[in-house]
């Protein structure tokens, strides 16, 4: 089957084709025919097409809606010349999956869309009014666009924490509100820590019942998972995004008395507050120069930039605890597992999240540590240290690809 994966954000739309079927999923052998990403839709957007592993081809084109980008991903996909194997026409796109970055407690699992999922995912926008109003455009535009019959399946990035118990789950406020109105932490990310503990489980060959084990994605957004026999049992985000790690753009967890603090001292709105917490904080609000660890760290290295070394440390430092904090909630790991763009990338933060962890016998190797480039999974620990420490490159994608062969031909899903 091909699958036309779509990741609609709210001025964003990224896809990819991927070939994929049972027999692929059982030899990990799917084919990624296709991707791209189209940035700043609603003005003159950035559009950046790739075919196979061929140059990418880059352009802009005024798009003003995520129906119109679609459109324009599906005008280049059937242009003759853009040639991706094995799609000759609409026909040859034989199912949609949608990211989907909301679920509540109502979607435990991928399923496949109809009115009444539609009408439960509308439910769902109270809940995460920044991102699934996105993801529900991509699907209106994908209905309009492939037509009617096409199967489209909904992946939820809460999905995957739907294992979490009530004591992780629950904030300590009256339990009325969560009666109510179901406040309580949702977790987010949860098909990148699903990729991740299925991936760790091949490494290390292990069974999912022996999978105890701490997944932190650090990319734009950031966060940790604890996951025991294969299951997540707490992480890091809450009931929206906004919680727990420092992250590119976003405080991560802060008291909430701030807000009230902030509005009453600057006079602002509770939605101007919340947009300083979302859009201006993290690593660029502590810097004061960019959400790009990259760019920081190029900053901390050649110009000793104060603010951009104090914001790296306290990234590391707040990783650091999160997995301190998980290693007590289960009573110990057997692996810690890193991945998304700076996870991957940057020895660096590898190494000081996990410095001065001799007490719990965590020491990388550094000869290992830098030689882990993205793309590639390895083991960064070094022979002596109790718990192993992976880098496994993330593949979000790919589970949404299967998950909707899994949901289009009713085959079971494994966690
Ligand atoms: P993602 O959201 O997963 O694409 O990750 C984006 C983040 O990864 C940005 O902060 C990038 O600066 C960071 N990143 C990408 N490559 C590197 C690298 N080589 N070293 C440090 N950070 C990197």
């Not at 995520?66 to 000759?88: D, F, M, Q, R, S």
């Amino acid at each position: 089957m091909n699958v036309f994966v779509l990741n609609c954000g709210s001025s964003s739309l990224k896809f990819q084709i991927i070939e994929t079927d049972a027999d692929r999923i059982a030899t990990d052998s799917d084919k990624q025919l296709a991707k791209g990403l189209i940035e700043r839709i609603g003005s003159e957007a950035i559009v950046t097409f790739q075919v196979d592993d061929r140059p990418s081809l880059k352009h802009a084109a005024p798009l003003r809606d995520h129906k119109a980008a679609l459109a324009h991903v599906i005008e280049w996909v059937l242009n003759p010349e853009t040639k991706i194997p094995g799609i000759a026409g609409l026909d040859d796109i034989h199912a949609i999956g949608h990211r989907v970055v909301h679920g509540a407690e109502r979607f435990t699992g991928s399923l496949l869309i109809d009115k009444d999922v539609l009408n439960g995912l509308q439910e769902c926008v109270d809940l995460a009014p920044l991102h699934n109003p996105a993801n529900l455009k991509g699907i209106y535009a994908a209905t309009d666009l492939f037509g009617p019959k096409m199967p489209q399946v909904a992946v939820f990035d809460t999905a995957f924490h739907s294992t979490m118990p009530e004591t992780a789950y629950l904030y300590g406020i009256p339990y009325q509100l969560y009666r109510r109105f179901k406040i309580r932490k949702y977790g987010f990310h949860g098909t990148s820590h699903r990729f991740i503990a299925f991936r760790y489980r091949k490494l290390a060959n292990k069974t999912r019942e022996e999978t105890n084990i701490i997944t932190v994605h650090l990319g734009n957004g950031c966060s940790a998972c604890a996951i025991k026999e294969g299951r997540s049992v707490d992480t890091s985000m809450g009931m929206t995004p906004l919680e727990g790690l420092m992250m590119g753009t976003r405080s991560g967890d802060v008291d909430p008395t701030v807000i009230e603090f902030l509005m009453h001292k600057e006079g602002t709105s509770v939605e101007e507050v919340f947009s300083t917490l979302n859009k201006r904080s993290g690593l660029l609000g502590v810097s004061g120069l960019t959400n790009d660890m990259r760019d920081l760290q190029s900053e901390a290295e050649e110009h000793q930039d104060r603010r951009a070394i104090l914001a790296i440390d306290m990234f590391c430092y707040r990783v650091k605890k999160y997995i301190g904090s998980y290693i007590a909630a289960m009573n110990g790991t057997d692996a810690i597992c890193f991945a998304g763009g700076i996870g991957e990338n940057s020895p660096q933060i590898r190494q000081d999240i996990l410095s001065d962890l001799d007490w719990l016998g965590i020491s990388v190797d550094g000869k290992r540590n830098a030689e882990a480039i993205r793309g590639k999974e390895m083991l960064i620990s070094s022979d002596k240290s109790r718990v192993p420490v992976y880098v496994i490159p993330t593949n979000e994608e790919l589970i949404l690809a299967r998950d909707t062969v899994r949901a289009v031909k009713s085959l079971p899903f494994p966690c």
